[in-house]
């Protein structure tokens, strides 16, 4: 799958996006190392604290379908009614990116279905804390 279908698969997402408070719809395609797609997108509370993004939620869909090797998410978001633009994941989102994921090696892609840059996890979330900090090697 090349980045710019995977971006069409998360511009696809948007679609989906409750977002009522923002009005900034987000959608995420997660790759996977076997070339399966999840996707999601933002998902608004009126009172804020449970919002959920896209990105966790694509990598929360496949993690509870029982995937858990990803080689890659696009990432694109606008206010609802634009076209996606470049739009990268917070930092909540990155930590769950880098629990589930090889820094050095996923990639994070960023841009429109028009074009794309591509980021590591360790370029975005650098000196990161991971699962293997807590058992000290």
Do not use: H
């Amino acid at each position: 799958m090349t980045d710019l279908e995977l971006m069409q698969f998360a511009e696809e997402a948007r679609k989906f996006s409750y977002c009522p408070y923002s009005n900034f719809a987000v959608g995420a395609a997660l790759l996977t190392c076997d070339g399966k797609v999840y996707t999601g997108c933002n998902v608004e509370s009126s009172s804020y604290t449970p919002t959920n993004c896209a990105e966790r939620t694509a990598v929360f869909k496949a993690i509870s379908e029982g995937e858990s090797n990803f080689a890659a998410i696009a990432v694109l978001g606008a206010p609802k009614g634009e076209k996606g633009k470049f739009c990268a994941p917070c930092g909540v989102c990155r930590q769950v990116l880098r629990e589930f994921c090889e820094p050095e090696t996923f990639r994070v892609l960023l841009g429109t279905t028009d074009g794309v840059t591509s980021y590591t996890l360790a370029e975005l979330l650098p000196t990161s804390f991971g699962p293997a900090d807590l058992k000290g090697e």
